[in-house]
């Protein structure tokens, strides 16, 4: 195997970005502004969903 010539790695950062945002989430609980826990809510809303497809992206159709 040459390098950069690997398995796609696509699966894991979809995982990881899946699992950030649990954490994000739970940050965004503890934050009294409205606006800033609002956005971070979003944000991991937007991580979540691209893990998810970057996850389930490599399935044998």
């Given amino acids: 195997m040459t390098r950069g010539d690997h398995r796609r790695p696509h699966p894991f950062y979809g995982v990881a970005l899946s699992a950030a945002a649990l954490p ?35 399935l044998p159709t």
């Fill in 24 to 58: 994000s989430c739970w940050a965004a609980s503890l934050i009294t502004a409205t606006w800033l826990a609002a956005s971070i809510y979003v944000g991991a809303a937007c991580a979540a969903a691209v893990g998810f497809v970057m996850t389930l992206r490599d």
